[in-house]
């Protein structure tokens, strides 16, 4: 019996029940008891309908994979925003908040921005860095403007990137097998999950309630340690397909 559903929709009904789950937990429990942020407590998923989702694809000219459209039923984003502690910049020493997951009806300009972000970071990183993909690109001009003109085209026909958090996007190809999720600063792209359902374990892993406490005798303190049971689903796994990606391939290998 596995743990964790392998399926896409099962494992968003799992996600969502052991993360209310933790939420809910009773901020008065004893020490042994792992507690959420004080923000979070109580949190609730707030899904979107299919009328709602088809709306939102037309509004902003994107088409959600089909698991993403089963994570916007089952679980889109919660009800309130996460507090941040600012350690640098102009809010340095205050909290902020910030979209847990993007809500797609409230977080319009931050979405806008981000279906912009890979675009114009990575021309940044390819003019003033002089990142080129020659193998699949071809030798590289002269020219910023020959430049420009050959990675927009090639872009253009890259799969496209949907925003679900911050800089992390899914690869919304239909073509592929699996989809999954990168990080996007400039050139700098890594992959956060081999598809959604290990972006979200590998992203908010500690908000589910699968961790115990333990006493480290060399550090001489008490720390919250991943239960056995859910260890294999963890582990290192073969991203050497990530290579066949288009256009993301070559930077994610």
């Keep these: 019996m596995q743990l964790i559903p392998a399926d896409h929709t099962a494992f968003f009904h799992w996600f969502k029940q052991h993360t209310e789950t933790y939420w809910s937990k009773d901020r008065n429990a004893s020490p042994e008891e792992n507690l959420c942020p004080e923000w979070i407590q109580g949190a609730r998923w707030i899904g979107m309908t299919d009328e709602q989702i088809d709306l939102v694809q037309d509004r902003y000219g994107v088409v959600f994979a089909p698991e993403h ?138 908000h589910l309630d699968i961790y115990h406490r333990t006493y480290n005798a060399s550090h001489d303190s008490w720390e919250w340690v991943l239960n056995d049971e859910y260890k294999p689903y963890f582990m290192y796994e073969d991203r050497s397909g990530l290579r066949n990606v288009p256009f993301w391939g070559d930077f994610l290998m």
């Design 69 to 206: 459209r089963s994570f916007l039923k089952i679980l889109h984003t919660i009800d309130r925003k996460k507090r941040v502690y600012e350690q640098f910049g102009a809010t340095k020493g205050n909290y902020v908040e910030h979209p847990f997951l993007y809500n797609w009806f409230e977080d319009e300009e931050a979405i806008k921005l981000r279906l912009r972000f890979a675009y114009n970071t990575i021309l940044d990183d390819v003019l003033r860095m002089g990142i080129w993909q020659t193998r699949s690109w071809g030798e590289r001009p002269d020219t910023d403007s020959e430049r420009t003109e050959i990675f927009t085209s090639v872009f253009e026909k890259a799969p496209k990137l949907v925003p679900l958090n911050d800089h992390r996007f899914l690869v919304s190809d239909p073509a592929l097998d699996t989809r999954p999720v990168v990080s996007v600063w400039g050139a700098d792209i890594v992959c956060y999950g081999l598809d959604l359902r290990k972006y979200l374990l590998h992203e908010f892993n500690e």
